[in-house]
């Protein structure tokens, strides 16, 4: 890495640019700049006739659409988004794979909830779900009813400060110094970390599929480490039914027997009767799971889903990688780890499938992509139009580029599983999940996978949380961990300068997993009460 620039493949013919450069300065020996080029952005490195490989990682990107000359700026008119073929190689999946040192972990646990059929919770959650839309608002109502109340409110502050304006409103008084913020109150029951209401807009008037499918979520999300107990709100008419939801929470648990409490709408005389029913059953279930104590757990029983979002120019060769080696030492520690985003994997099929310990793993993998990319194309879009206008300002110009750098939170090890959504995932080592690239979709689907924690890497900085799974935002850049530092977790920017390597900063990230699963932190996205949850329709988003 030079001081300026970053070649990541010997066969690359483009360079990341690590900080501004400007026209007619020398940016590797003997080459020089023909324009200014920002950071993150890529200058040419090699001459590239026009329709030939535009390469970075040591993959095609893109293909060229004039000739490009060394020191120039690659901008977006100068390439379109290609790949390079793949097919499955029977005899690549007798590779072995070299494990990361782990002596350091050797004997570390994290204390977690045991739940009864051996998985372990990293936090203590009651969730509140409907089964349709139509039940949103007795979720809502539900929802102001027990957060204040109990103390798990995030927006107390808030409240408090819209009261103090509105009594000055009306006293005709100047308004108050709107900084000062009330501290919320200790919650009600000391081992359960919140009760989680959760809303959508699908169940009933879709497809029989988008019904399934959503049974199968909410299953996944009922039946996660991190849930002691759930309340159903069906209307008692819908597409997603209460038999389908149980058929799918069975699926994934066969010995399922965590508290659950349905309430169909159409079965009480009135709303009241079923807002007080549903309130005094859960009331009981909470004191249940608050006797739940905290006990000493293996690293193996910890699964750790892999996201970006707001991703830029920088994000492949920092946040990411060191995500990945995270990810590594975890599976060599008996873990699992969950990487979904399928739109974000396009053309890395060919690593993605030399790495599945089986050829009926990479056929599967292969299946969903195509199948996948040929829905997208039947609604007239396409993987090649997953990059966000933010991704491309900030260096990011094709999806195969964004692809590249985006599957390397995944790391090196085997690909033991591939599923489809909203599967539970199951093999310890590196699951891939089927999931759209959008950032609130892919986190519900890979929570709904049974993550207690995930790992996002974010360029630009995003919000994004999730109802049951802790999110751990990892930045790409120190100018975005300094400029908003509460979206912020952890800085990889410091792989930029060489102040970090990836294997040093991929090391703190496990180290902040297990402070996050013991409980002694909790993250900025659940800090700043992100409890997102969106459904996948499938074959509609990208």
């Known amino acids: 890495m030079s001081a300026c620039v970053l070649k990541i493949h010997a066969d690359d013919n483009v360079a990341v640019v690590l900080s501004p450069l400007a026209a007619g300065v020398e940016f590797l020996p003997g080459y020089i700049t023909r324009s200014p080029v920002p950071s993150k952005h890529k200058v040419v490195t090699k001459f590239v006739r026009q329709t030939e490989p535009v390469v970075m990682y040591g993959v095609t990107v893109g293909r060229a659409l004039r000739d490009l000359h060394v020191g120039e700026r690659l901008n977006l008119a100068d390439l379109v988004h290609e790949t390079s ?46 089964m349709v839309f139509c039940e949103n608002q007795n979720i809502d109502t539900l929802r102001r009813a027990f957060e204040d109340e109990l103390g798990y409110s995030n927006i107390s502050p808030y409240r408090q400060q819209v009261a103090a304006l509105a009594h000055a409103h009306r006293s005709g008084m100047s308004p108050p110094d709107t900084n000062i913020k009330t501290v919320p109150p200790k919650p009600l029951f000391e081992n ?47 597409n997603a039914e209460i038999d389908i939801l149980m058929e799918e929470i069975h699926k994934r648990n066969p010995e399922f027997d965590k508290p659950l409490y349905i309430f169909r709408q159409q079965s009480f005389q009135s709303t009241d009767h079923l807002i007080t029913r549903a309130i005094s059953d859960t009331f009981a279930g909470l004191q249940e799971a608050d006797l739940l104590q905290r006990a000493p757990a293996s690293l193996s029983k910890l699964t750790i889903g892999l996201e970006c979002g707001g991703s830029d120019g920088f994000s492949g060769i920092s946040a990411n990688p060191a995500i990945g080696y995270a990810t590594d030492l975890l599976v060599a520690l008996g873990g699992r780890a969950i990487l979904g985003e399928f739109p974000e994997l396009c053309g890395q099929e060919q690593a993605l499938i030399d790495r599945c310990t089986h050829p009926s793993v990479a056929t599967r993998f292969v299946h969903l992509m195509e199948s996948y990319a040929a829905l997208a194309n039947a609604v007239g879009s396409g993987f090649d139009m997953n990059p966000s206008p933010g991704n491309i300002q900030d260096g990011l110009l094709t999806d195969a580029m964004k692809s590249a750098g985006a599957a390397r939170k995944g790391g090196t090890s085997l690909i033991t599983a591939v599923l489809d959504y909203p599967e539970y995932a199951t093999a310890p080592g590196l699951n891939l999940l089927c999931t759209p690239g959008g950032d609130v979709e892919s986190t519900t689907a890979i929570a709904g996978a049974g993550a207690q924690i995930i790992l996002f890497s974010t360029g630009m900085g995003t919000p994004t949380g999730n109802p049951v799974a802790q999110v751990i935002k990892v930045s790409s850049n120190t100018a975005l961990a300094t400029r908003i530092p509460d979206l912020v977790d952890l800085n990889a920017g410091t792989i930029i300068n060489n102040q970090e390597s990836i294997e040093s900063v991929g090391r703190r990230i496990l180290e902040l997993v297990i402070t996050v699963a013991n409980g002694d932190l909790v993250p900025a996205a659940v800090r700043l009460g992100q409890k997102d949850f969106i459904p996948w329709k499938r074959g509609v988003s990208l």
Not at 223 to 236: D, E, F, Q, Y
């Open 192 to 238: 359960v970390d919140g009760v989680q209401f959760l809303t959508h807009h699908l169940g009933c008037g879709g497809t029989r599929q988008d019904a399934q499918s959503l049974c199968g979520l909410l299953a996944g999300y009922i039946n996660h480490p991190n849930v002691s107990g759930a309340t159903i709100l069906s209307l008692g008419c819908e």
């Open 85 to 130: 073929a793949y097919s499955i190689r029977h005899e690549a999946h007798h590779q072995t794979w070299q494990p990361p040192n782990i002596s350091e972990w050797s004997g570390i646990k994290f204390q977690g909830y045991h739940r009864s059929d051996g998985q372990v919770g990293t936090a203590n959650y009651w969730i509140v779900v409907p």
